[in-house]
């Protein structure tokens, strides 16, 4: 009898072991499937992580290959790496291509959708920003997009320049809370690169932000004072 209870109770477990590899297998499906047909675009995203050249054909594999992992799987990185494969595409067409318009909806779309699923990545919230900016203007999206990319990732050395130009362009519609952060990032950027910081506040016609960002510091304010263009003193 207790051979029998034996046996029976190592079927059971072999049974449960069995239910409970399928249900994972089933549970796998999706994302297995998803990352196959992601295959085509995973070179072109590399190439673009490393700020490799690519080619428009090469922007439209990775949207055609996201798009399809995204019927079988909800995932925020194939969706906010559809939002940059539109976002380029726009970028690489004349401003008064039809399709422009089209390109930037979609961008907008798929990185919305991405950073509902993963909210921390500031890469996507700046993209966001940048592709609302150019579809609808500095709209509350745009503005508050950038301020999640300022937020999340305050001191991100690769997406500082990127942010700062965002930021002194949207200067004028940004709220008093939002120039405070700002003003810190202009303060970075006076650190890493004086002569860059300069120049973008020259050509972005932003000298007297970085003015008063740099106010309290009387001699990088006196060495920026030198950067000006004479037309901006």
Known sequence: MARMNLVGRRSLAVGMGAVLATVLLVLSLPRTLAALVTIPSA???????HQQPVTFAD?????????????????????????????????RLPAD???????????????????????????????????????????????SALRLALLTA?????????????SLLAWPHMPPEDREIVYQQ???????????????ANDLDRVNVVRAALLR?????????????????
């Open 154 to 166: 305050s001191y991100e050395p690769r997406l500082l320049w990127s942010r700062l130009r965002l």
């Open 186 to 200: 202009i303060r970075i950027g006076w650190e890493e690169n004086r002569v860059e910081m300069a120049q973008l």
């Open 59 to 91: 922007l439209e594999t990775v949207a055609a290959a996201q798009a399809r992992g995204l019927m079988f799987v909800k995932d925020g990185r194939l969706s906010t790496d559809l939002g940059l494969a539109h976002l380029l595409m726009a970028e």
């Open 97 to 143: 291509e039809p399709r422009v318009g089209n390109d930037l909806a979609l961008a907008v779309q798929a990185l919305t959708d991405g950073l509902v699923v993963a909210p921390g990545n500031p890469y996507a919230w700046a993209r966001l920003s940048y592709a609302e900016a150019r579809k609808r203007g500095w709209s509350p999206l745009a503005l």
């Open 43 to 49: 070179l072109v995203l590399e190439r673009l992580q």
């Open 217 to 233: 510091d009387s001699e990088s304010a006196a060495e920026f004072e030198k950067m000006v263009r004479p037309q901006a003193r």
